[in-house]
């Protein structure tokens, strides 16, 4: 596969550059509560610093692990100890409804409402070259998480009960869905649960104006995290720098994408570039299938298409 195949735009990026810089004054996040789920480490941690420097107010981060959460917020206390920015770790699992709930629950009963939705946590496992040998239940775990627990933490964020009228959120949702790899270890259960998510959240864009709920969700690149340094050498492949996702996440929960709405972009991209590109205004505009998960070779897949004569 050619570089040229995984990108829209001219320049394709593998770290941050300014358009997406979290101290930009446009990017700005000031006054906002981010939840972070997954955000004890790797690229949620990197994600929360980035939300830090964009001067957000308040930065949950969620996870099952209360010690990497408590190391990492006392990380983010020390680096930014001059700023005004509060740094809350909560234990809680995404693939439990109950942890869910109380989790909001908690939220709610402490006043705080949450203005940015960050979904990154997720269930990679199981995989293996033969889909059809893997336990069902083990299988439809990675679903129970990267489906159910997302969809379910993304209705109780649309529905808060402190949500003021008026008030606009933002969901960005972290996604390697699309990836095909051959042979693939990891085409099993993660990226098409992934997928089936990815795809979930652009018919709920359809059904939530942008003026409601700003839903974008984007590829985060290769990243050397905990579980890449478990599976793959580190000389394999030309991983990317993590401020390129942790800053682009910033931009995607900003107005500056708000043309977005609903579509599946990668970080690569440069978002200028992207922008500016009539052709792909145009088809934003023409397709409603256009940057969403879907049937490739096909421009559109609905029931207008089908009602077309």
């Known amino acids: 596969m050619s570089l040229n195949s995984l990108t829209l735009t001219r320049t394709y990026h593998r770290d941050t550059y300014p358009a997406i810089s979290p101290t930009k004054p446009s990017l700005n996040q000031a006054g906002k509560t981010i939840l972070i789920t997954g955000g004890g480490s790797g690229i949620g941690f990197e994600i929360a610093r980035s939300f830090a420097k964009a001067?957000?107010?308040?930065?949950?981060?969620?996870?099952?692990?209360?010690?990497?959460?408590?190391?990492?917020?006392?990380?983010?206390?020390?680096?930014?100890?001059?700023?005004?920015?509060?740094?809350?770790p909560r234990q809680g699992d995404i693939g439990d409804d109950s942890s869910i709930t109380a989790l909001w629950d908690s939220l709610n009963s402490q006043n705080i409402f949450v203005n940015v939705l960050i979904l990154n946590a997720a269930h990679l496992y199981p995989n293996g070259p033969d889909t059809l040998r893997i336990d069902k239940g083990e299988f439809m775990a990675a679903f129970n998480v990267n489906v159910g627990g997302n969809?379910?933490?993304?209705?109780?964020?649309?529905?808060?009960?402190?949500?003021?009228?008026?008030?606009?959120?933002?969901?960005?949702?972290?996604?390697?869905?699309?990836?095909?790899?051959?042979?693939?270890?990891?085409?099993n259960t993660y990226s098409t649960s992934k997928a089936a998510f990815t795809a979930l959240l652009?018919?709920?864009?359809?059904?939530?104006?942008?003026?409601?709920?700003?839903?974008?969700s984007f590829h985060p690149g290769a990243l050397y995290s905990e579980s890449a340094s478990a599976n793959f050498d580190k000389n394999l492949v030309n991983w990317d720098e993590m401020a390129l996702p942790a800053d682009y996440a910033v931009w995607a929960a900003s107005p500056e994408a708000a043309w977005l709405h609903?579509?599946?972009?990668?970080?690569?991209?440069?978002?200028?570039?992207?922008?500016?590109?009539?052709?792909?205004?145009?088809?934003?505009?023409?397709?409603?299938?256009?940057?969403?998960?879907?049937?490739?070779?096909?421009?559109?897949?609905?029931?207008?298409?089908?009602?077309?004569?």
């Open 262 to 309: 609903g579509r599946f972009v990668w970080a690569h991209w440069d978002v200028e570039e992207l922008k500016s590109d009539q052709d792909i205004l145009k088809r934003l505009e023409q397709e409603t299938g256009f940057l969403k998960v879907g049937v490739q070779g096909l421009a559109e897949i609905s029931i207008e298409a089908f009602m077309k004569k």
């Open 202 to 216: 652009g018919r709920i864009a359809d059904e939530h104006p942008v003026e409601d709920v700003q839903i974008i």
């Open 55 to 88: 001067a957000a107010s308040r930065i949950i981060i969620v996870g099952r692990r209360s010690s990497v959460l408590d190391a990492a917020v006392a990380k983010l206390r020390d680096e930014f100890k001059d700023s005004t920015a509060e740094f809350i």
């Open 151 to 187: 969809f379910f933490m993304s209705s109780k964020f649309v529905n808060q009960p402190l949500h003021p009228k008026g008030q606009q959120l933002n969901l960005v949702n972290v996604s390697t869905a699309g990836i095909h790899m051959n042979p693939a270890p990891f085409q």
